[in-house]
């Protein structure tokens, strides 16, 4: 399997700095190695340095079989390197597929040998249109509700205003609207807001502006 770029001593702070400076921003596919068994994980994201830090140091939105040999053999026995840089986000799934056949399934630590998203299974589109269906209309608990003046307000900032992610002072994501950066942070666009407004960060350590910091 080909490698563009290799992590090791995953449990060193420095290797950290090192991928936020190369993965910051970046599309690809990745793979998650442990030395120890041979097994590996098999993903690809939009933003390879977020993904990063979910898997090795979060440890949310993860794989449980990764999360498991990760609590057994510990960091500074896995390696991370990244198989190929992707430009096309629309291409993401089908490169990465095009890896995962490569893995033999007794040396996966993926569930499914399907790719899928970096936020795991998509409902498939009939699902997604009776979910709809199911809060529309009369079904929706603001039916029939006036909304405030300060209430349409905010939504129309949230559907407009950009987004700047950090970490450490270093820009790893930017996004059109509050809803696309918590959907991609996983968060309520509420947390988003106030994350903005406070100017605090969030767990996971990352800091919002609704501008660009200065450098």
Known sequence: MPRA????????????KAAQKALAGKAGIYCIRCLKDGKCYVGSAENLYIRFCEHIYYHNKSNSHLQAAI?????ENLEYFVIEFVTENTKLITVEQKYLDMVPSNLRYNFN???????GSYH???????MSKAIS???????????????????SQAKGKLVYVYDN??????????????????VNRS????IIDTGR???KGFQMSSTPLCP
Not at 71 to 75: H, N
Request: charged letters at 15%; proline letters at 7%; hydrophobic letters at 35%.
């Open 169 to 186: 002072n270093i820009l790893v994501g930017k996004f059109s609207s509050y809803t696309a950066a918590a959907a991609f942070m996983g």
């Open 71 to 75: 609590a057994l053999y510990g960091l």
């Open 201 to 203: 960060r969030n767990q």
């Open 191 to 194: 947390n988003v807001s106030r």
């Open 5 to 16: 770029l290799t992590f090791t001593n995953l449990q060193d702070p420095e290797t950290r």
């Open 113 to 119: 040998p399907t790719a899928g998203s970096r936020l």
């Open 137 to 155: 209309g009369e079904n929706h608990p603001n039916y029939g509700k006036p909304l405030s003046s300060e209430t349409k307000s905010a939504i």
């Open 124 to 130: 498939s589109a009939p699902t997604k249109a009776a």
